[in-house]
Every structure is written in C-alpha cells, then in structure tokens.
C-alpha cells in the first residue's frame, strides 16, 4: 500500500512538472508549489481529502484536496524549516516538523489514525440577568427572601407603578407591619433614614412617590436580621434601594 502513497505523489509532481514544461516562451513560468506534503489514512493508505495543514509560525492553513496533497510555497519558515499540523475531524492531530530548503523537494507522507469518536453533548447555556452594582445589596436579599421571609419589590415592579405613592403600592403587596406595630425602621441605601413625611396612617412609611425608588425590601418581627432589630424596636424595618438615573 505505501507504493501506491509513493504512486499518487509522483502523479502529482508529474502532473505540476508537465504544466511547467507546456508554457509558452514568452509566458511566465508559474510559481513554485513547494516541498509537496501527502496525507494519507493509517490503515487503508489512501489519500485524505479536506485535512487541514496548518502553519505554526506563520498561521497559515491550506487544505489537502482529493489527491491528499498540498505545497507549502506559501507556508513560513525558519532557518529552512516549517512546523506543521494536519488536521482532520475523526482523526488525530499530528504536528512535525518539515524542512522546506531549496535542496527539500523529496515529497513528503504524513499518515493520519483514526481516532474513537465520543457521543456528541449537548449543552444548553443560559445568561444569568444580574442587577445594577448598587442594587447588589437588594439582590442578595431578594435571593435569600425564602429563607429569610422578607417582602421584596423588584426594579421591573417599581416601575410599572410609577406616580404612585410608596404606601399605596406596599399595602398592595400585602406589606404591612400590622396593627400592633406603631413604628417602623426605614432604611435608604443601607443608613438610617427619617423621611420628613410619612404616609398617613402609615406606621413610618415616606409620603414619597414610587419613582424615587428601583426596589423594597421588608422584613418583620423575628425574620428581620439582627443589624435592624436596633433601630427598629424589633417591630419591622423597611429597605428602600434609590433609583438609579
């Protein structure tokens, strides 16, 4: 089987040689094709179409054709040597070195083995929508509510109720520190706040309109965190996140 590798690349040189030889005189010769590289497969010997010979140092790539061979006029050299990697799904990368000086023209057989080919996966990747960075403290909590049982509002909710007033919108929600709490903590952007209004009827809440807030968190008796239980006379503690311009 080798001598029919040999067979093709003698074909090939004959055939470039014979292109050469019939120009016209006055026609210019055509450009060198370059040590000639045959790729072949190991078991059966014969010629690999489509396998990608790469360039390592210059980055090239040309692709053998049905005869399994390429010139490398055109790949980078140094010191009159290229390094070389065939390519060729179903088969195993092969890298070698080849050496492409004037005197290098003995054709070249490079034999390719099969390799195993594994079940294909498919993996299906989601993007992970995450908040602006200031509302990163609001996120945390929002992504924690279950265990904690805190009320949230969302930026998406804040705004789809926009010109509405803040307790209006809260008592919608069903949040609400209930009868026996006279007094709420209210916290803006993680530091105490005291409004200079508060809502009528309201046991603390800003007479302040939704547009000025992107997210709510509320927190009551024993599932508020123990930082707000201070402030908060344990009783419920309200979180409000500025809105971002």
Not at 16 to 27: E, F, H, K, P, V
Request: net charge neutral; hydrophobic share 40%.
């Amino acid at each position: 089987m080798r001598n029919l590798v040999w067979l093709w690349a003698t074909i090939f040189v004959f055939v470039i040689a014979s292109l050469a030889c019939g120009q016209d005189a006055a026609t210019v010769a055509p450009k060198s094709v370059g040590r000639i590289i045959g790729v072949f497969d190991t078991e059966t010997s014969l010629p690999l179409e489509g396998v990608d010979v790469i360039d390592r140092i210059g980055g090239g790539t040309a692709r053998t054709q049905r005869s399994g061979l390429v010139g490398m006029a055109a790949f980078t050299s140094q010191h009159d040597s290229a390094v070389v990697t065939v390519r060729k799904i179903g088969y195993a990368d092969t890298t070698f070195l080849v050496m492409v000086g004037a005197t290098d023209t003995v054709p070249l057989q490079i034999f390719m083995r099969h390799v195993a080919a594994l079940d294909s996966v498919v993996i299906t990747a989601r993007e992970t929508e995450h908040m602006p960075l200031y509302l990163k403290d609001f996120e945390e909590r929002m992504l924690g509510a279950k265990a904690t049982g805190a009320k949230t509002v969302g930026p998406a909710e804040m705004r789809k109720n926009d010109g509405r007033r803040l307790y209006d919108l809260l008592l919608s929600k069903g949040i609400t520190a209930g009868q026996r709490c006279r007094r709420i903590g209210v916290y803006l952007n993680g530091a105490p706040y005291r409004p200079v209004t508060i809502a009528q009827g309201s046991p603390g809440v800003p007479d302040e309109s939704v547009d000025d807030y992107d997210a709510v968190v509320f927190y009551t008796g024993a599932e508020m965190p123990v930082e707000f239980r201070r402030t908060s006379g344990g009783c419920a503690v309200l979180l409000l996140y500025s809105r971002g311009r």
